[in-house]
């Protein structure tokens, strides 16, 4: 079993729809949960994190942490074609971070 | 805005060369990463650094090396390139300080090993 599972899509929207992105670990020891976007060619770029459970909100994306079910997610409100990416969710201990294999998703104008 | 840069974006090497990625970060981070990156298994990691001179190998170490000789720069070095080490490399440079994270990856390294 990974230590990070996370559906690899693809998936696809329409524009406006609520996009939900979720990951499931084993490693109860996990403090920090980050979700990455990349872009094709590009780097993962940071998009928000949270600190153990609960929900993060940052404009139209909200991020869920459920440390009970070792399960996060990434929700994102008004999908735009610029939302277009891989999603990669990624979970820290001291300095040891696992990624998730990232998931891809489009959303169609 | 420039935070995390790597030598190449892409890089085309023959079978038993020795082969040097380059990763300079501006942000004064402590701790810096070398990643592999490939399809349908995320990004790995290959090997860390928290400190300038010192290392830790990470979950895939093998047919690779690492320098850090100045805070700013981490090498990541395959001593004898192989068809396998065909993949995406991605550095990065994080800091957690007073319970807030960040990171920032390059732009990553397009390796092909013919």
């Known amino acids: 079993q990974k230590e990070v599972e996370q559906d690899p899509g693809p998936l696809s929207v329409p524009e406006g729809a609520i996009v939900s992105l979720n990951c499931t670990y084993s490693?109860?020891?996990?403090?920090?949960f980050m979700w990455y976007r990349q872009y094709s060619r590009k780097g993962p770029e940071l998009l928000m994190y949270?600190?153990?459970?609960g929900n993060k909100e940052d404009g139209r994306f909200t991020a869920q942490v459920d440390k009970s079910s070792k399960y996060i997610s990434l929700f994102i409100r008004d999908s735009q074609p610029s939302d277009s990416a891989t999603y990669l969710c990624?979970?820290?201990?001291?300095?040891?971070?696992?990624f998730g294999a990232g998931t891809r998703l489009t959303v169609k104008p | 805005d420039v935070k995390v840069t790597q030598s190449s974006r892409y890089l085309v090497k023959r079978t038993g060369e020795k082969v040097f990625l380059e990763c300079v970060q501006d942000?004064?981070?402590?701790?810096m990463f070398w990643y592999r990156q490939d399809p349908g298994l995320g990004l790995r990691l290959i090997y860390f650094?928290?400190?300038?001179?010192?290392?830790e190998k990470g979950d895939i170490p093998e047919g690779y090396s690492v320098s850090r000789e100045k805070k700013e720069r981490f090498s990541l070095i395959l001593e004898s390139a192989s068809t396998n080490q065909t993949s995406m490399y991605l550095c990065?440079?994080?800091?957690?300080?007073?319970?807030?994270?960040?990171?920032?990856f390059g732009p990553g390294t397009r390796l092909t090993v013919t």
């Open positions: 990065a440079s994080s800091a957690l300080t007073g319970g807030s994270y960040e990171q920032y």
């Open positions: 490693n109860s020891a996990f403090q920090y």
């Open positions: 949270t600190y153990s459970s």
């Open positions: 990624a979970m820290l201990n001291n300095n040891d971070m696992r």
């Open positions: 942000m004064d981070h402590e701790n």
């Open positions: 650094s928290y400190d300038v001179k010192m290392k």
